[in-house]
């Protein structure tokens, strides 16, 4: 049984650049989760995809923010010109989606760098 | 706005004792409440997760929920080591599907 999976592990980009980050979630999970974390803080949502339906974003996330999961697998999250502030590490998780079984599993994230 | 608190610590054990790790939440209808541990530079790993008032053991791991004092809490038996980590409270309030974490406690388990 195989974890959540991100792409890349690690990011380093310039202020203004695009990014894309990758996340494979646990099979047969039926929900995935963007959260960022940045250091002394607990992770803070982003957003989440029921199959491949985005059913919440934050008010956190700005326009520059986009994420998708086409054909309710794996999901991509894009950052448009990206700030200083953008950098954390950004985790994903995933969840069986089903009655009584809540339990979010993280992948190992994707920690950005914005020079 | 719901809220979750944790004490950041840093909390010191002796090795063998018990790490007792407290937090409290802010939405008396919360349903669903987890403990996480993260090592430095690592992603949140599930350790415990509690759906019912009471206790629920899971080896030297023991969650304790009470929900009318809105005040969830992870004991660790025999602490060891390898412990030694941030642990994060998160619940999933009332009405919502995302974890909302507190900022975390830090624990060092002193050989």
């Known amino acids: 049984d195989t974890g959540v999976s991100q792409n890349p592990r690690h990011k380093i980009t310039k202020r203004g650049q695009n990014v894309t980050f990758r996340c494979d979630p646990i099979?047969?999970?039926?929900?995935l989760y963007w959260y960022r974390q940045t250091l002394g803080q607990g992770p803070e949502f982003l957003t989440y995809?029921?199959?491949?339906?985005?059913?919440?974003k934050s008010r956190l996330l700005s326009d520059r923010f986009s994420a998708e999961r086409p054909k309710g697998s794996f999901s991509t999250l894009e950052i448009q010109r990206t700030e200083q502030g953008d950098s954390a590490m950004y985790l994903c998780?995933?969840?069986?989606?089903?009655?009584?079984?809540?339990?979010?599993?993280f992948g190992p994230g994707t920690r950005l760098t914005v020079t | 706005q719901k809220e979750v608190e944790q004490n950041s610590g840093p909390l010191s054990v002796p090795e063998g004792a018990i790490a007792s790790l407290n937090c409290t939440y802010s939405d008396r209808g919360s349903q669903s409440f987890f403990w996480y541990r993260q090592y430095s530079g690592k992603s949140p790993e599930l350790i415990m997760f509690i759906y019912s008032n009471g206790d629920k053991e899971d080896g030297r791991f023991t969650a304790q929920l009470n929900k009318a004092s809105q005040y969830v809490s992870l004991l660790i038996r025999d602490s060891q080591p390898s412990d030694s980590a941030t642990y994060l409270c998160?619940?999933?309030?009332?009405?919502?599907?995302?974890?909302?974490f507190g900022t975390g406690t830090r624990l060092t388990i002193i050989p």
């Open positions: 998160a619940v999933i309030f009332a009405g919502n599907e995302k974890l909302t």
């Open positions: 099979s047969e999970h039926n929900r």
């Open positions: 998780a995933s969840s069986p989606g089903y009655r009584s079984s809540y339990e979010q599993y």
């Open positions: 995809f029921q199959n491949e339906a985005q059913l919440e």
